[in-house]
């Protein structure tokens, strides 16, 4: 079964599974002892961190191990508010940084701190005049990931470190996406990553932070790791996880290149073989292994569900795959389609161009049937080939209005109050052709989702989107009928 959720977790690296049986047998004592058995232990971690530090770019001492990446990024961010805390309580984040960076800011913000959140461009990367402009003397702290976890679109690191650098601003970097293929460039302060994106085991994560950068740890101290992360250290796990990062990075120029012609593949594939397509992320500037698209008419989870069927284990950011109603706060800051959301992420060493071929021979099947299943307008180039072959679709009406249209049809109001992505989008494609040339329809709806995805319908449909307003229930979004 082909498992294209890399993005998520990878699979385990044969190098990890071999250390970590190894180490299994030499590294269970307590590294602060002196007997035999302590001082082996003590070998093997100062092993795994000359090696993860070798990765990084950093000095061993700069660098520790944490429970998890997650952990490694709330320990980073308090601890360099808390150093920095006479500069200022100011904190400075992309609008698509992990949630694990968006909830550290949440706490700081609880806590009396103010946090700045920089926007993005629609592939999902900042500016670095805009964020440089964000920054001043009471900011203690920025952050910015190197690729985003979601569309892969890479962010200018470089550029923006050196903003930093000249504002005295230290920058925490979340490498989690990006580490496996290279070092971080750009003259960071601290960066954050986790063993499971890059083949190693679960449970471990890296914190490095530079000589100079003033850091506070919080919470009890703890004499391990420099007194940033607490608890005994799971020796067996981080030799794994620092003998399989030197395995991908020996490994990652050819990888990277095979996998980046596959991922071209899908880029370029999907659109063509599937109608109403929106790729995302950034077309060159991005992660080897990861695409993202976005299917109009289509439920997410429904998508994600007929694709498991079908054998292949991918993710999404659609708010129809999670609990909530909000679309998510990547595809938000973006401001593109979101339903129907499917993200690609090939696993390294482990994906075949039979797999992607397979791939690309299902998909538009599957996606055409969960877009009948809703009830969707059948696309243009779909029917189009349907009245060729005799047959009499139920496409977008698109033609022009009647000469004497109702009063109704010239100011439609759409309730869809209740009913979530993609229903809200598939009526207003049904009713479009009922208003004459320059009138209007109304959706209301209360789905979030919404908000991104009837501007998207409208830019692939050539409609105009008016704008939104408030309404007694949910929001009223108008659309203009120009052709």
Request: glycine share 10%; aromatic share 4%; hydrophobic share 45%.
């Amino acid at each position: 079964m082909p498992y294209f959720d890399a993005a998520s977790a990878a699979p385990l690296h044969p190098v990890a599974r071999q250390a970590l049986q190894a180490s299994l047998d030499e590294g269970w004592a307590d590294p602060a002892r002196l007997y035999r058995e302590g001082r082996r232990a003590r070998l093997l971690l100062d092993a795994a961190r000359e090696a993860a530090a070798d990765a990084v770019g950093c000095r061993p001492d700069e660098l520790v191990f944490t429970p998890s990446g997650t952990q490694a990024i709330h320990a980073g961010v308090s601890g360099a508010l808390a150093g920095r805390r006479r500069v200022g309580r100011r904190l400075v984040v992309s609008a698509v940084e992990h949630s694990a960076v968006l909830h550290a800011a949440e706490a700081w913000e609880a806590a009396g701190g103010s946090v700045t959140e920089v926007g993005v461009d629609r592939h999902g990367a900042v500016a670095p005049d805009a964020y440089a402009a964000e920054l001043g003397e009471t900011t203690a702290l920025a952050c910015l990931q190197s690729a985003n976890h979601e569309v892969g679109t890479e962010q200018p690191v470089r550029e923006v470190a050196e903003a930093c650098r000249s504002l005295g601003v230290p920058l925490l970097v979340d490498a989690a996406q990006s580490l496996a293929w290279g070092a971080v460039e750009g003259d960071w302060s601290l960066l954050t990553a986790s063993a499971h994106k890059w083949g190693g085991p679960s449970g471990v994560g890296l914190l490095a932070v530079r000589k100079g950068v003033r850091f506070a740890p919080q919470g009890p101290a703890d004499e391990r790791e420099s007194g940033r992360s607490a608890g005994f250290q799971n020796i067996p796990a981080i030799v794994a996880a620092a003998a399989s990062l030197r395995a991908v990075r020996a490994e990652a120029a050819a990888e990277s290149a095979r996998l980046r012609a596959l991922v071209d593949r899908i880029r370029a594939r999907v659109p063509e073989l599937v109608p109403d397509v929106e790729v995302v992320g950034d077309p060159a500037r991005r992660l080897p292994h990861v695409v993202t698209f976005s299917c109009l008419y289509v439920d997410g989870e429904t998508l994600l569900h007929e694709l498991d069927r079908a054998g292949f284990s991918v993710s999404s950011g659609s708010s129809c795959t999670s609990s909530t109603l909000i679309p998510s706060h990547v595809l938000r800051a973006m401001g593109v389609l979101s339903e129907g959301n499917v993200r690609v992420s090939l696993a390294p060493f482990d994906t075949s161009e039979e797999d992607v071929d397979r791939f690309l021979a299902v998909l538009p099947g599957l996606v055409a049937g969960v877009r009948e299943r809703f009830g969707a307008p059948v696309p243009a180039a779909a029917a189009a080939s349907a009245e060729g072959a005799g047959v009499s679709p139920s496409s977008e009406r698109s033609s022009e209005p009647s000469s004497e249209p109702t009063e109704a049809s010239e100011s439609l109001v759409l309730d869809t109050l209740g009913r979530r992505c993609p229903i809200p989008v598939i009526e207003l494609a049904k009713v479009i052709g009922e208003v004459p040339v320059g009138r209007t329809v109304t959706v209301l709806s209360d789905d979030e989702a919404a908000r991104l995805d009837i501007p998207a319908w409208c830019g692939m449909r050539g409609q105009e989107y008016v704008g939104e307003r408030g309404a007694e229930a949910g929001v009223a979004y108008v659309v203009r009928r120009l052709r």
